[in-house]
């Protein structure tokens, strides 16, 4: 995965207040890119749209921490539970540190 092209996509398309919403960051020791996106505040339809570009703008496999919060993250987490947004998603779990991440591994596109 080129973190400069997941950058450059990122910062292309996505808003200005989306892109502060993205951190990304390379897990060396695993090899694999983590994305963390901050969905705290939307509603269940704009945190699926959102998470649906940011899989979309990555052709790489990556792993995703959604950060929907725990007291009003609720509506959220349970539609990501209950919800397989994107058919690129290989695993889902929820975190056992902090009940206010879900985390996600996406596939590449072959």
Do not use: C
Not at 9 to 33: A, F, G, M, S
Not at 59 to 80: C, E, Y
Not at 102 to 107: A, D, K, P
């Amino acid at each position: 995965m080129n973190i400069d092209t997941l950058n450059r996509n990122y910062t292309q398309i996505l808003k200005p207040e989306e892109l502060k919403r993205v951190k990304i960051k390379i897990d060396n020791e695993k090899n694999e890119v983590l994305v963390y996106a901050n969905v705290h505040d939307y509603s269940v339809r704009e945190a699926n749209a959102f998470l649906e570009r940011l899989i979309k703008l990555s052709r790489d496999s990556l792993h995703l921490v959604v950060n929907h919060g725990f007291n009003r993250g609720h509506a959220i987490k349970d539609f990501l539970s209950e919800t397989k947004i994107n058919y690129r998603i290989v695993w889902q779990t929820k975190s056992r540190k902090n009940p206010g991440l879900t985390h996600m591994g996406i596939r590449a596109i072959a």
